[in-house]
């Protein structure tokens, strides 16, 4: 075995390995695995980039598929992008722009040909990012939204749902972005908190007796008001119902009305009804018998109609609203206008405030849908985990709304419903038809619209896999076993995902829906361009390593618990991939102080050597191989659970503490002072090591390919790469090894605490005594002496019942016996003691400047949040120290009178 350098190098690593795998077609399923287990990726979108958010949510399944694929199943990650319709339209129409032209000018098959340019050249990125991340998709599988396959399925299902009444289509009100032109669903649209104007206008009543006040956030509105409504309880206004109103700015008359939805504590308890323009309105005109009239003031394109009369026609609707509030204040009917903080909703894609507009729309009938999904949750058929997410589902599902499927875009999957102009017949078909079946004319016309993307993307778990075909990856791989995402979709998305595959498939998309945190900044705020606090994941991994920065998300990603992300974190990890470097340098360094021969035979039963039964083995390797399996069957249960920081801790735990601290500590005594056991050591060393690296190797892929590729030819059998070798599971422990070790350790330990309070030099070879209180213990630590010096750094060590204390000896108590260190000739007490008085008012002089400042009302008004926290962490810590300071002090002064 090549003796690895000195410290880890990055550098081509990470491309290395990847591409071997690839050239291997290790991502692809194995055919003699086991049994299926799928996951479709939730499909980035065409125009993105690698974002934090991505960056989990593909850590978090490539560290299952991995998992999965050593545990021999036949595992597989199908990838893919969406076609993302406004985003990609916008990015380029935004190019057309900047070229002098638009959509409309060079027409819809040109501007199609267009995008798929685009897409061809810049679509990749997204994907090649994944790839750096170690992504272990099946690339030969990825998809694409509008491929033809999936289109084909799209039209599958529109048919299939048009034919049973499950869409229609309908002219009402929707939420319209002016900017992208095209209609929203409701969970398309932001609703952000904003600082307006309740503005309070006087409504004249007809024939000049009196007026009444209404109060409004949207006086431009008012132009296509067609009532006013007042709660039928409320007192004030009982007798004026009935009554006529002249509507000011206008020609026209409107009624005063009753309606039990509206609010008498809102404004003046009257409002203004402009069915057009707003969904509780539109509900109170369709409830009229004859339903109000609706009358659109605003257009798609956000600029008021004719139908706003003369003076307001073609102004943009924000200039109409600051005239329509000087026309009124110049005839006196502005009463006042009150500050007032409401909800106002935007544009997901291009943050444009919506306009509610009446227009024809296609739409799904979801309720039918919707109770089966329900159902699937209830009875646990589909797990949410964290469950807290389930009460949100139901509560969404059992207030579903229809769904708006329809988009005024060009790219996307045009609507397969076409039209006869010479008879008025509609068709929907799967296939463009060539003429109409009603009256045999071929001048038929595609409706313009396309799909939503959410619509495409409902179909993926089943679509991606072949369907409408019967495919053998669908009977092989659907219903998927999880799907990992974020709770910001679990609408848009997951929920929709669930009806449409229990729809089309009589079976559930997935069994589990694990939906993750959120990545937030170090001080816990939400990462946004406007803040500045954008983490580049791309530059990270530039710095620190992809190996590190997957750690680092994996530690943190606790249920229902969002994640601090902080650079600082990832660099404490990449200090983890260097201590695993340098244990295996360790044992490839000591592998030449055995025999081929002898290790050969130590190596031979590896799982003799696994479960302990070799009698070449020491206490320390029979204990570490105990706590190897202990940690695999950990590991295992916590990554079935989904609580891949309780997995990812488990093993660093493990690696770093248990197997570099202390187990490599006490191989160097064994290897240089026990001949008998050393060959058993380096086998263990290396057996260790290897399931060390296995058990990483779904969070760590490039280091602990790159190491185990070098201990390869100790490992007899072993397949060509870490990525297809056996995941550890839990072996027979021994639990005797452990106790037996644990007095060992608690002996160390001890004795290493009371060289650091004491301030003991590290080169003084103390003497310890060790008051035993069982014979249990006495008879292991004796056993042990030489392992205990060489760990403690101690000269004579003594342990039996009969012990003494001896005068002056520092005294350390714990579970099994009590520690005694004379500290005769270790140290100067009194100086020892001058010399903690002097630190300690250091500390007492810090304090006394943090105390002032954290009483200070004008810093703790005036500093961030973060900084207050810090100084106040700082202060629990000096205090902390304070104490530790006098308790040292207090044990010397004891020390002293007992000597004197």
């Not at 075995?1 to 690593?13: A, H, I, R």
């Not at 597989?76 to 076609?83: E, I, K, S």
């Not at 431009?220 to 109103?245: C, Q, S």
């Not at 342990?799 to 260190?821: H, M, N, Q, S, W």
């Amino acid at each position: 075995m090549t003796k690895p350098d000195k410290q880890y190098n990055l550098e081509g690593v990470e491309e290395k390995w990847y591409a071997l795998w690839l050239e291997k077609g290790y991502f692809a399923p194995d055919p003699s695995g086991c049994e299926p287990y799928s996951i479709v990726i939730p499909p980035p979108n065409v125009t993105g980039s690698l974002h934090m958010g991505h960056a989990l949510n593909a850590t978090l399944q490539d560290i299952l598929v991995r998992w999965k694929r050593m545990l021999g199943f036949k595992a597989l990650w199908v990838p893919g992008t969406d076609h993302a319709g406004i985003a990609t339209q916008n990015v380029v129409e935004r190019e057309l722009s900047r070229e002098g032209l638009d959509r409309h000018r060079i027409g819809r098959e040109a501007f199609v040909e267009r995008v798929w340019k685009w897409k061809g050249e810049y679509g990749g990125r997204i994907i090649h990012q994944l790839k750096r991340l170690g992504a272990s998709c099946d690339w030969s599988r990825e998809r694409f939204t509008l491929d033809e396959g999936l289109s084909r399925a799209v039209r599958e299902v529109f048919v299939r749902l048009f034919e049973e009444g499950l869409i229609y289509r309908d002219n009402r009100l929707i939420n319209w972005c002016p900017r992208c032109r095209t209609a929203l669903s409701d969970l398309e649209v932001e609703h952000e908190e904003v600082e307006g104007l309740l503005t309070y206008i006087k409504y004249p009543f007809s024939g000049g007796s009196g007026h009444i006040v209404v109060a409004t956030t949207r006086p431009e509105t008012m132009l296509g008001d067609t009532a006013v409504a007042v709660n039928p309880e409320d007192g004030r206004y009982r007798d004026l119902i009935g009554r006529m109103i002249d509507l000011p700015l206008t020609e026209r008359r409107i009624p005063l009305i009753a309606d039990s939805a509206v609010d008498a504590a809102f404004g003046t308890g009257a409002v203004k009804v402009t069915p057009a323009h707003d969904f509780n309105d539109e509900a109170i005109a369709r409830r009229r018998i004859p339903p109000l009239p609706f009358i659109t003031v605003i257009g798609d394109d956000g600029r008021m109609t004719d139908d706003a009369g003369k003076a307001y026609a073609g102004l943009d609707r924000h200039t109409a609203r600051k005239k329509v509030i000087a026309d009124l204040k110049a005839l006196a009917l502005i009463v006042k206008e009150d500050r007032h903080r409401h909800s106002v909703g935007h544009c997901y894609r291009c943050k444009t405030i919506i306009e509610p507009l009446p227009t024809l729309q296609w739409y799904v009938k979801t309720q039918p849908l919707a109770a089966a999904a329900i159902d699937a949750v209830r009875r646990g058929k589909i797990k949410i985990i964290p469950s807290s997410w389930e009460n949100t589902y139901f509560s969404w599902m059992e207030n579903i709304r229809d769904w708006c499927i329809s988009r005024q875009i060009w790219w996307g999957h045009r609507i397969p419903v076409w039209y006869c102009d010479a008879c008025g017949e509609i068709m929907v078909a799967r296939e463009a038809p060539g003429s109409c079946r009603k009256c045999g004319a071929t001048g038929l016309r595609q409706d313009e619209d396309v799909l939503d993307t959410w619509f495409s993307s409902a179909l993926w778990p089943f679509s991606t896999l072949g369907w409408p075909g019967q495919t053998d990856d669908l009977r092989t791989f659907y219903p998927t076993s999880v799907l990992v995402t974020a709770f910001d979709i679990l609408f848009f998305w997951v929920a929709r995902m669930i009806m449409m595959g229990l729809k089309f498939m009589d079976d559930m998309p997935f069994r589990d829906v694990y939906i993750h945190a959120l990545v937030r900044d170090s001080k816990g705020e939400k990462m946004s361009k406007s803040k500045g606090n954008v983490v580049d994941p791309l530059l990270i991994i530039d710095k620190y390593g992809t190996d590190a920065f997957r750690f680092t998300l994996a530690a943190f990603a606790a249920q229902g618990r969002d994640i601090r992300f902080s650079e600082e974190r990832v660099e404490g990890y990449r200090f983890f991939v260097n201590k695993l470097w340098n244990a295996a340098r360790f044992i490839t360094m000591n592998i030449t102080h055995v025999s081929e021969d002898a290790l050969r035979d130590a190596l031979k039963d590896r799982d003799a050597l696994l479960t302990a039964r070799g009698s070449f083995l020491d206490l320390p390797d029979r204990w570490i191989l105990s706590r190897l399996s202990g940690v695999a069957e950990e590991v295992g249960r916590a990554l079935g659970e989904y609580r891949f920081n309780d997995a990812a801790s488990g093993i660093y735990q493990f690696v770093w503490h248990e197997f570099c601290d202390w187990y490599i500590e006490m191989a160097k005594h064994i290897i240089s002072d026990k001949a008998e056991y050393r060959a058993g050591t380096v086998a263990c060393l290396i057996a260790v090591l290897d399931n060390s690296l296995r058990l990483l190797h779904p969070f760590m892929p490039f280091i602990t390919e790159e190491i185990w590729q070098g201990l390869r030819e100790y490992l007899p059998g072993s397949p060509e790469s870490i990525m297809i070798a056996p995941y550890p599971t839990a072996l027979p422990g021994d639990s005797r090894a452990e106790e037996e070790m644990r007095y060992i350790m608690e002996a160390v330990t001890g004795i290493r605490n009371i060289r650091g309070e004491l301030n003991v030099s590290p080169a003084a070879h103390v003497t310890v005594l060790l008051k035993t209180f069982g014979d249990g213990s006495e008879r292991i630590l004796n056993q042990n002496i030489p392992l205990i010096r060489k760990l403690a750094r101690a000269g004579e060590v003594r342990a039996g019942k009969a012990l003494e204390k001896p005068k002056g000896a520092a005294t350390g108590v714990r579970d099994f016996f009590e520690i005694y260190v004379p500290v005769e000739g270790l140290l100067n007490i009194e100086e020892e003691i001058a010399r903690l008085m002097k630190e300690k008012m250091k500390v007492a002089e810090s304090l006394k400047f943090l105390e002032k400042k954290l009483l200070s009302e004008d810093f703790l008004a005036r500093a961030p949040k973060e900084i207050v926290e810090k100084e106040r962490a700082k202060y629990r810590e000096l205090v902390l120290k304070d104490e530790r300071l006098e308790g040292s002090m207090k044990r010397l002064k004891e020390m002293g009178v007992k000597n004197g």
